[in-house]
C-alpha cells in the first residue's frame, strides 16, 4: 500500500513523514502507537473542548445510533435537530431565533454568506452581493468564504485572480484581552483609526456590500490576533446605518473559548447572522449551525418559491452529530465550563505573560487560548518534535505557538504546556 494514498492538510506531501500514529486518547491525552503520550495542547484544531472518549458524549451518541444514524431534513424531521435548534436559540445572543444545520464550519459560513445576498435580493435590493472583511481573517477553505480571508498574507492568496474581490478593512491590533473600554492611549489612537477605516469603506462600498463578515474579539488562523470589543460595538451601529448585515463566525470563538460562551456575549451586540461549529459536537462528528435573525429569516417567507433558501447540505441536521451536541451543551453548563474557562486564562497570564526572549514578539491570551508571536518563523524549525518529545502536542503556524487546551485539564497539565512553550526558546 502506497504511503501517499492518504493526502495531508496544509502539508507539502513531498518528503513528508507522520510518525505519530494515534491509536487511543483519553481526556487531554493522545497515545501514539509507539507507547508514548502527549497532552494535546490545541484540542485537536480547538474542537475537543470535553477531552476524549468522554463517557456520556460516547453514549450519547451510542444511543442514537440504536434508533437511527440519519435520515435526511427534505421533508423530514427528528428530535434531535429539533431540540439542539431550540437549545441554540436559547443559549445565544438574543435575536438569534433560527437555526440551518450543516456540516462543518466552512460550509456554515457559506451558507451564512449565501443568506445575505439572498436576503437583499428578497428585499428587492439590487447589487448588495459583495463583503466587507478584515485583514489577518480566515473564515474557511471552501470557494466562496475563501474570499473573506486575507488577500494578501491568508492561506489563500494563491486564489487571489481566481476568487471574488471583497473590501478589506484592518482592526485593532492593539489590545490586551481585559481592558474595556479600552484606555491606553496607543490603543485608543488605533481603535479610532479602525473605526474610521471602517466607516469610509462603508460610505463608499455600503451600496454593494450585502454584509460585514468577522471573528469576533480572536482572530485565529490570521495568528491569534486580538481586538477590542469596543470595536465589535461600533460595527454593529455603522452596519446599521450604512444597511449592512453583520455576520459573526463563531465557529472558533464559539462555546467558550474567549471566556463566554459567545464571544459577543462580552461585547453585548447580537448580529444578523452567526455561524457555530467546532465546539458544538466536541471533536466526535462534523456539524455546524448557521443562526439568523427573524428579520434576516422572514425575508425568505412567502407565496413564491423562489424566495426559498435553495441550500441543503446532505449530511446537515444529522441525528448523530446532533444527540452529541445536546449532551456537550448538558455538560457545559451542569459543570460551569465559564468557571474552568476563568480558571484556565488565569494559569495562562500568570505562566505566559511577560516570557521575555529575544525572538518574541508579543504573548496574547483571551480565555482559553494562548499564543506566542516571534520575530523570525524560522525559530519554530523542529519545535513541534521537541514538544512531542516532552508529552505535549503543539503545532506552530507562521510566526505563533498557541494553545487552545480542552476545557477539562488539569492545572498541572496547563503549566506543562507553558513550560514546553517556554523551553523551546530557552
Same mark, same amino acid.
Given at each position: &500500500? ?5 493526502? %495531508?492538510? %496544509?502539508?507539502? &506531501?513531498?518528503?513528508? !513523514? ?61 428530535? /434531535? ?6 437549545? @441554540? ?24 454568506? !449565501?443568506?445575505? *445576498? ?24 471552501? #470557494? ?10 491568508? &492561506?489563500?492568496?494563491?486564489? !487571489?485572480?481566481? @476568487?471574488?474581490?471583497? +473590501?478589506?478593512?484592518?482592526? /485593532? ?51 491569534? !490576533? ?11 451601529? @455603522?452596519?446599521?446605518? %450604512? ?9 472558533? #470563538? ?9 464571544? *459577543? ?63 456537550? +451543551? ?34 496574547? *491570551? ?35 505557538? %498557541?494553545?487552545?487546551?480542552?476545557? +477539562? ?10 513550560? #514546553? ?6
Amino acid at each position: &500500500m502506497s504511503k501517499k494514498s492518504l493526502w %495531508y492538510p %496544509y502539508a507539502q &506531501m513531498q518528503g513528508m !513523514k507522520v510518525e505519530n500514529v494515534v491509536t487511543g486518547a483519553e481526556g487531554v491525552k493522545l497515545h501514539f502507537s509507539d507507547g508514548t503520550s502527549v497532552i494535546d495542547a490545541v484540542s485537536s484544531w480547538w474542537c475537543v473542548i470535553h477531552g476524549y472518549n468522554h463517557p456520556e458524549l460516547n453514549n450519547a451518541l451510542q444511543n442514537q445510533a440504536e434508533q437511527f444514524s440519519h435520515v435526511m431534513l427534505g421533508g423530514l424531521t427528528h428530535a /434531535p435537530a429539533q431540540k439542539l435548534a431550540q437549545k @441554540l436559540v436559547e443559549i445565544t445572543p438574543e435575536g438569534l431565533n433560527h437555526v440551518f444545520f450543516a456540516d462543518s464550519g466552512s460550509v456554515g459560513m457559506e451558507v451564512a454568506t !449565501k443568506m445575505a *445576498v439572498q436576503y437583499w435580493h428578497n428585499k428587492g435590493v439590487a447589487g448588495k452581493q459583495r463583503f466587507i472583511a478584515l485583514y489577518r481573517g480566515y473564515h474557511g477553505d471552501t #470557494t466562496g468564504v475563501m474570499s473573506l480571508g486575507d488577500p494578501e498574507e491568508g &492561506m489563500h492568496s494563491l486564489f !487571489k485572480g481566481f @476568487l471574488r474581490e471583497q +473590501i478589506f478593512v484592518n482592526p /485593532p491590533t492593539t489590545w490586551d484581552g481585559l481592558s474595556d473600554p479600552v484606555t491606553d492611549e496607543v490603543a485608543k489612537l488605533d481603535l479610532e483609526r479602525a473605526i474610521r477605516d471602517l466607516e469610509e469603506a462603508l460610505q463608499k462600498h455600503g451600496h454593494e456590500v450585502a454584509a460585514m463578515v468577522c471573528e469576533p474579539l480572536l482572530q485565529g488562523a490570521g495568528g491569534m !490576533k486580538l481586538y477590542p470589543p469596543e470595536y465589535l460595538r461600533a460595527a454593529r451601529k @455603522l452596519c446599521d446605518k %450604512y444597511q449592512v448585515l453583520l455576520i459573526i463566525d463563531e465557529v472558533a #470563538t464559539g462555546f467558550g473559548r474567549t471566556g463566554t460562551f459567545s464571544a *459577543v456575549d462580552r461585547v453585548g451586540i447580537s448580529p444578523d447572522i452567526a455561524v457555530y461549529a467546532k465546539g458544538l459536537t466536541a471533536g466526535y462528528l462534523g456539524l455546524s449551525a448557521t443562526m439568523a435573525s427573524t428579520e434576516v429569516f422572514e425575508a425568505f417567507l412567502g407565496e413564491d418559491s423562489d424566495r426559498a433558501f435553495m441550500h441543503g447540505p446532505t449530511f446537515m441536521g444529522n441525528a448523530l452529530a446532533c444527540s452529541v451536541a445536546l449532551k456537550g +451543551i448538558e455538560i457545559f453548563a451542569r459543570d460551569d465550563y465559564l468557571t474552568k474557562i476563568s480558571t484556565i486564562e488565569s494559569i495562562l497570564r500568570r505562566e505566559l505573560q511577560g516570557f521575555k526572549h529575544e525572538q518574541v514578539e508579543e504573548v496574547r *491570551v483571551l480565555g482559553a487560548m494562548a499564543a506566542i508571536q516571534v520575530k523570525d518563523p524560522k525559530i519554530f524549525a523542529g519545535m513541534q518534535e521537541f514538544a512531542a518529545q516532552n508529552g505535549v502536542w503543539l503545532r506552530p503556524f507562521v510566526d505563533v505557538v %498557541y494553545t487552545m487546551p480542552p476545557y +477539562i485539564i488539569s492545572e498541572k497539565d496547563l503549566v506543562k504546556i507553558c513550560d #514546553t512553550m517556554k523551553a523551546w526558546f530557552k
